[in-house]
């Protein structure tokens, strides 16, 4: 049996139809993790890449909410499985809803241990970013998240609203 090799890769203005495809079996919205590429045409797939990457270089707070965010991509023997995103710092709306981390695996790889796989190498890349805490505003209806952030050595802070809310220390989750 071949043995599964795991790489995350930084979104990149080349990103390909692999990608794109990926993100059309992710949901536009699933849990509050926001996929705005679902259900766009391929022809705006390179706009979105530009937004993308002059997200994670902004300097400052747009629009009173808005920070630096990176993307990056989750690849399980070089086919995409999933993405996530982090945040480089929070503002008090973020802290509130949203986090510096958030991440989807799509559907048709799900159930085998990659958002577990995957929290762990963003905390990494997180941490490369300047990043020493990690917040995740999990649904609480979402207890395949809640788990992943759990076993990546999160600590629930407190459970509001419909929200849980789970900090991550560098060091904990294995990184």
Avoid at 7 to 34: C, V, W
Avoid at 99 to 121: E, T
Wanted: one cysteine or more; proline letters at 3%.
């Amino acid at each position: 049996m071949e043995t599964a090799m795991y790489t995350l890769k930084k979104l990149s203005i080349h990103d390909g139809r692999d990608i794109y495809d990926m993100l059309q079996e992710i949901p536009a919205d699933e849990n509050g993790f926001l996929n705005s590429m679902a259900g766009k045409p391929f022809s705006e797939w390179q706009a979105w890449l530009d937004k993308s990457v002059k997200s994670a270089e902004q300097d400052g707070v747009i629009d009173g909410w808005k920070v630096p965010q990176t993307t990056f991509w989750l690849y399980e023997n070089d086919v995409p499985v999933g993405y996530g995103k982090i945040r480089h710092f929070l503002t008090d709306r973020l802290l509130e809803a949203g986090g510096n981390v958030g991440y989807a695996i799509r559907p048709s790889a799900r159930g085998r241990g990659l958002g577990k796989i995957l929290l762990k190498l963003l905390v990494s890349e997180g941490a490369k970013l300047g990043v020493k805490e990690f917040l995740l505003t999990v649904h609480e209806d979402n207890e395949p998240s809640v788990r992943v952030a759990l076993a990546c050595g999160g600590a629930v802070e407190k459970r509001a609203g419909e929200r849980c809310y789970i900090w991550i220390k560098l060091g904990q989750c294995g990184e």
